[in-house]
């Protein structure tokens, strides 16, 4: 008789719920001839707001964004009843921006369902740091480039420095 080849944990997702799971699943070798176990899922939600996926940490409504809609469906019993769970698999949504976050419409950040999930996107901050007299001074951050330089200068002409000009970081920024 031969054996199953591995048995793996893995995170599966509930629809209906918009919660993730803990599984295990069993990969068989094509010679096994015995009793093919289903994959087992724990009915307990994962308790966590951050999971891994693929040795990647990210938040569960980041996950559900980009993994859920198109994986195979699991249907187990429990308690008498019918329940699916879904395997995730990378779906065709647009990848999000950086700094892309998500407000939860109902207030519970657990529940990840699709509909519940709204794609927010922070705005870049902008720092406004100098040297005066050889001491850098960070004056905070702004919401745009020309509220920074404003108050690097104001700052600046406060000591009796000259104004300096502008630096940009990052070359793909174009204001």
């Known amino acids: 008789m031969a054996q199953m080849e591995r048995k793996r944990k893995i995170m599966v997702y509930k ?56 994986g195979q469906t699991i249907t187990l019993w429990e308690n008498g009843r019918e329940v699916d769970y879904e395997m995730l698999v990378r779906n065709d949504r647009p990848r999000l921006p950086r700094g892309a976050k998500f407000h939860h419409l109902n207030g519970d950040r657990l529940d990840n369902r699709i509909e519940n999930l709204e794609p927010i996107t922070l705005r870049p901050r902008h720092q406004a740091m100098t040297w005066i007299g050889g001491v850098r001074v960070c004056l905070g951050t702004f919401d745009t480039k020309d509220d920074a330089v404003t108050a690097v200068n104001a700052a600046r002409e406060a000591v009796g420095a000259k104004p300096v000009r502008t630096r940009n970081r990052n070359p793909k920024e174009t204001s």
């Open 15 to 70: 629809p209906r719920t918009g919660r993730f799971h803990e599984a295990i699943t069993y990969t068989y070798h094509l010679s096994f001839d015995g009793v093919r176990q289903r994959p087992r899922v724990n009915p307990e939600p994962y308790p966590y707001e951050v999971l891994t996926v693929d040795r990647w940490k990210t938040t569960g409504s980041v996950v559900a964004w980009l993994f859920t809609g198109h």
